[in-house]
């Protein structure tokens, strides 16, 4: 089936049903992300020792990200033979459970050792489930997608993780600020844990609701199916693996920003003074900004290319990470709130709004959802260790000026890959969804890749869709 023939009906379908499952499933991420910064610190570990307890916090927050390769691995491999719709609602299942069972965790001082192991246990839980979340709702948007928009339609998978992020700080944010702080450190924190009952339901409600898609079913019904994707990926696509891992690395603009910058802004070792529940506002206005501007950003890189989109967007974002840590060693919230908006909430998405139409667009079906899966993870992985990296060289007690230079300095390192990853890989947004992943596939004309971009937006228009 071409991409002209897919019904606008099932397009509009499999995005909503893209950001809801990334709205629920990323809530369950990031509640812990909040935790581990404001929480976990100073009851799942030894508060004698603050350093460590930093240390031992946001490493149990990189656990979650070292198994994601893991899941990575196994997951894409399942969504590749077993359907996009099939990994999706494992996925959320293994997610909500792992949260609940986070909710109800004793702390360091009722059973010592045993507290960071169990959470740990839970966060390897969370972290493989999550790995295969986006690659398999990016690539059942984008077989579902008619022609010239699969970059707008793609966005909304991760529209749908940064609300998900908005629910966590949301639900947060009344706990820190009217309960007091014995009640939020005793069980005001699980408060958001415990919620996670409701993404079981819904979230398995809602993937079970989504048809497969053609192009899966097409492999299916002649036979194309690979025993070993995994292989198959390594084998036919290793250049584009390793290019999509360091586009992948952009994610150390939200590391900087939502978890180191969070520990910085509000530990008193460190010398800001952050109070969390103000502190909280800054990535949750962020990610209000990114909301709105992530679907035009899609819909940008349908007319103009999903190259420049990520290239701008990671290098202005890792730049400006040297202005947000001035504005936070500085204590000027007006100003580290202002920055966050530009950096995080605008600039980046850049990035954050194109990469899940342009990374599974590099693969050919047959190992469309396992790359993207493995190398975005692998990427992820590595940006997101960099926490740990931060918190070990410039502990409590560094200078700010030297924090901003190494962290700042770091970031900017990393986005400067990323884009270098980006120039080198091919562009796709006029190429025919049949032709991707193919490297001697070439692009149709731009004349008539805007006639049919242009049939497909009248078709929805037609149809009332609003996607």
């Not at 639900?171 to 009217?178: D, E, K, M, Q, S």
């Not at 996670?196 to 899966?216: C, K, M, N, Q, W």
């Not at 989109?309 to 947000?324: D, N, P």
Request: hydrophobic fraction near 50%.
């Amino acid at each position: 089936m071409s991409d002209t023939e897919t019904h606008s009906g099932q397009s509009t379908k499999a995005a909503a049903s893209g950001w809801i499952g990334s709205a629920l499933e990323y809530y369950d991420f990031f509640i812990y992300a909040q935790a581990a910064a404001l929480i976990f610190p100073t009851i799942m570990f030894d508060k004698n020792d603050p350093k460590m307890g930093i240390i031992g916090a946001l490493g149990t927050y990189v656990v979650g990200y070292v198994a994601r390769p893991i899941g990575a691995f196994y997951l894409g491999q399942w969504g590749d033979k077993h359907g996009r719709k099939n990994v999706l609602v494992l996925c959320m299942l293994l997610m909500g459970s792992a949260t609940m069972l986070v909710a109800i965790l004793p702390t360091y001082q009722q059973v010592g050792i045993w507290a960071p192991a169990a959470l740990m246990a839970l966060r390897l839980v969370q972290g493989f489930a999550v790995a295969g979340e986006i690659s398999g709702a990016s690539s059942m948007i984008l077989e579902h997608a008619p022609y010239g928009r699969r970059g707008f339609l793609g966005s909304f998978t991760l529209q749908g993780t940064q609300f998900g992020q908005i629910l966590a700080a949301a639900v947060f944010l009344p706990l820190a600020h009217f309960l007091s702080d014995d009640a939020f450190h005793s069980w005001g924190w699980r408060v958001p844990f415990a919620l996670s009952s409701l993404v079981v339901v819904a979230g398995y409600l809602i993937r079970r609701r989504v048809d497969e898609t053609p192009a899966f079913e097409e492999e299916a019904e002649e036979g194309a199916i690979v025993e070993s994707p995994i292989a198959v990926a390594f084998r036919e696509n290793g250049r584009t693996i390793l290019l999509v891992f360091c586009m992948a690395l952009t994610n150390i603009v939200a590391v900087t920003t939502a978890i180191f910058g969070a520990t910085y802004a509000t530990n008193k070792d460190y010398g800001v003074g952050f109070h969390a529940d103000v502190y909280l506002w800054i990535p949750l206005a962020g990610n209000l900004i990114a909301v709105l501007v992530i679907p035009y950003v899609g819909n940008l890189s349908d007319r103009i290319g999903r190259r420049p989109c990520i290239m701008v967007g990671a290098l202005a974002s890792g730049a400006m990470s040297f202005a947000y840590l001035w504005a936070v060693s500085n204590r000027n919230l007006v100003l580290a709130v202002v920055f966050s908006l530009i950096m995080w909430g605008a600039v980046y998405q850049g990035y954050n709004a194109v990469f899940p139409a342009f990374y599974p667009e590099q693969f050919p079906t047959k190992t469309r959802v396992t790359g993207m899966a493995v190398a975005q993870n692998l990427g992820t992985v590595a940006s997101s260790a960099m926490s740990i990296v931060f918190a070990a060289i410039v502990p409590p007690g560094t200078s700010h000026r030297t924090i901003i230079l190494v962290v700042g300095g770091l970031t900017f390192l990393l986005t400067v890959i990323a884009a270098i990853g980006a120039y080198l890989s091919p562009e796709t947004y006029r190429m025919s969804r049949d032709d991707l992943g193919d490297p001697n596939a070439q692009p149709i004309p731009k004349d008539e890749y805007d006639r049919l971009r242009a049939e497909s937006l009248a078709a929805a228009k037609a149809a009332g869709s609003r996607l």
